[in-house]
């Protein structure tokens, strides 16, 4: 088992990676206090024993799978639930399941009493790589991502790779959206991604990305917790991919791959990015694309599915779309643009695509 620490201002919280993290971690955590468990569907059916043997008698809140569930009923659920339970001050809230849990359940651990302790337990590799770390806890409202939230960082994350080898493969393919964007920021990660492209459903390998992108993602949140500055650099390919995440319906790591793709195109004709290693950081987009259900069919017309950029979080209110982009190893930058120069951008870009 490896160990990451994350110092903010205010908190301190430890990040373990490894199998073993569960059953040294989770008998001291639970010990002591009234315990609430918030995980979805799928996770509860596929992991019975695993809830068997670590959380007897703690009240378990399972809610329906999927994003569209990531919303005010189901916080509010939540919530009754754990008013209903007798939760106290010195509860602890555990968030087991994908990002959408990790988001939704440490909401709630931020808002109940103002703040009950929160052990993030992330079993997708999205969640593992990045969204179980750092602190964003959100949920959607009127089809706006993430808009109501609070940062309210975990007290512990417990990382166990193993939960990935029930993970459909999609699913597994969708985190790799999330380790593309850390290869984009860190020349560290990109020669690991580059060199082993071919190794992406290898546990072993799987692991020391999610280990190097938490590293990462730590020292980020460590720096600039409430994203006045360099955490903006993770939202490299989002700004895109949440527009066509809303308006196509598909997965988050998918919607961000995809998004990558087309703002790196974007920034290489403008020369916001260097070609070389644009082109070389496109390559491995493309590759884990390949893995992905999407097809060139998909690059037509995405100009008419980018609205939802107009309301993204990273716009600071001069009208212009707000774009995270690497610039050149370990370099990134921030691209503002106006909406029509923005789509006409993603246009080129993905006409670019198809043609090659
Ligand atoms: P998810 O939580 O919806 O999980 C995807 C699917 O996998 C679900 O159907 C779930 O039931 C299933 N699942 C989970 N673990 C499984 C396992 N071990 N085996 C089999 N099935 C399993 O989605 P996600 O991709 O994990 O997360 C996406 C969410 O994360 C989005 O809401 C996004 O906004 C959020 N996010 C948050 C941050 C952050 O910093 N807080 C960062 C990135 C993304
Ligand atoms: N996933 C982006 C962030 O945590 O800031």
Redesign the pocket.
Known sequence: MEWITLKTFSTESKIYVGDDALASRLPVLTAGQKNFVVT????YA??SDFFKEYFQGAEICVIQ???EY?NFQSLYRILEKMTGAGLHRTSKLFAV???????IG?LAAALYMRGISCVQI??????QV?????????V?VSGV??VVGAFYQPCEVLVAPT??????NR?LK??VG?IVKYAALSGKIFDLLEKGIGRLNDLEFLTSLIVACIEHKARVVERDEKEANERRS?NVGHTTGHALELARGW???ESVLFGMLLETEAAIAAGVCEEAYGNRLVRIVREALRMTPITEADFSSVENDLKAAKSDKKNTGDGKIQMAVAKDKNEWTMWALPFAEYCDAIRNAAKKIVRE
Not at 40 to 43: A, G, I, K, Q, T
Not at 163 to 168: G, H, I, R, V, Y
Request: aromatic fraction near 4%; include cysteine; glycine fraction near 20%.
């Open positions: 979805d569907e799928n996770v596929l992991y799978a999927g994003e990531k399941g994908g990002g959408v849990i990790g988001d440490g992330p079993t997708t590799l999205l969640s990045d969204s179980s770390v750092g602190g964003k806890t959100a959607d991502k993430n939960f990935l080898k029930t993970l459909p699913e969708c985190g999330e993770l997965s988050h790591g």
